[in-house]
Antibody
Framework: EVQLVESGGGLVQPGGSLRLSCVAS????????MHWIRQAPGKGLEYVSAISSSGDRTYYVNSVRGRFTISRDNSKNTLFLQMGSLTAEDMAVYYC???????????WGQGTLVTASS | DVVMTQSPLSLPVTLGQSASISCRSS???????????LNWFQQRPGQSPRRLIY???NRDSGVPDRFSGSGSGTDFTLKISSVEAEDVGVYYCMQGTYWPRTFGQGTKVEIK
């Protein structure tokens, strides 16, 4: 059974940093491109970033480019998202998702919530 | 970025009746390989998105056959032939032809 389990979310001050993780199981992680998508509370889905199966190619949406870094450790079946210079607009549930083939996303994790601390 | 526009944004339906959701893209979603990368996702309350349809009309295993996808180019439709209570949630279209992938705003399906 394919499973994606995100962690690392929590309270963060504006301007702060956070690293999210997504542990994969039930499939050959190193064979798949992986993605991060986020959803602000009560809002729709917003695409964030992607990384190729080997990790040699990455993509970022304009709003996070230069502040976020996607990476992976295929030996540990884990996807990461290092987030920096966080703003109110970055507060959201972050999902990791698998790309079974070009242009497609099939399995999603349960998400991890990033919220602003006062 | 390719803009995905869904309508309606809210869709109250009677149990057993059909429902249709439109999704239009600002550019043709036909890729250079001839495929059209348009997916539909269902997000039930409090849950993660679940893929229903990929490449316009291919239904995922386990998805009831009352769900169907159609369309081409820039104009796509998700149809639920006979709405059941478990279909309540928000439905999103997503294009996978261009970077960045982009989603429609979502259509909230509720029971009247």
């Amino acid at each position: 059974e394919v499973q994606l389990v995100e962690s690392g979310g929590g309270l963060v001050q504006p301007g702060g940093s956070l690293r999210l993780s997504c542990v994969a199981s039930g499939f050959t992680f190193s064979s798949y491109t992986m993605h991060w998508i986020r959803q602000a509370p009560g809002k729709g889905l917003e695409y964030v970033s992607a990384i190729s199966s080997s990790g040699d190619r990455t993509y970022y949406v304009n709003s996070v480019r230069g502040r976020f870094t996607i990476s992976r450790d295929n030996s540990k079946n884990t996807l990461f998202l290092q987030m920096g210079s966080l703003t109110a607009e970055d507060m959201a549930v972050y999902y990791c998702a698998r790309e079974p083939a070009f242009g497609d996303l099939d399995y999603w994790g349960q998400g991890t919530l990033v919220t602003a601390s006062s | 970025d390719v803009v995905m526009t869904q309508s309606p944004l809210s869709l109250p339906v009677t149990l057993g009746q059909s429902a249709s959701i439109s999704c239009r893209s600002s550019e043709s979603l036909v890729y250079s390989d001839g495929n059209t990368y348009l997916n539909w996702f269902q997000q039930r309350p409090g849950q993660s998105p679940r893929r229903l349809i990929y490449k316009v009309s291919n239904r995922d295993s386990g998805v009831p056959d009352r769900f169907s996808g159609s369309g081409s180019g820039t104009d796509f439709t998700l149809k639920i032939s006979s709405v059941e209570a478990e279909d309540v949630g928000v439905y999103y279209c997503m294009q996978g032809t261009y970077w960045p992938r982009t989603f429609g705003q979502g259509t909230k399906v509720e029971i009247k």
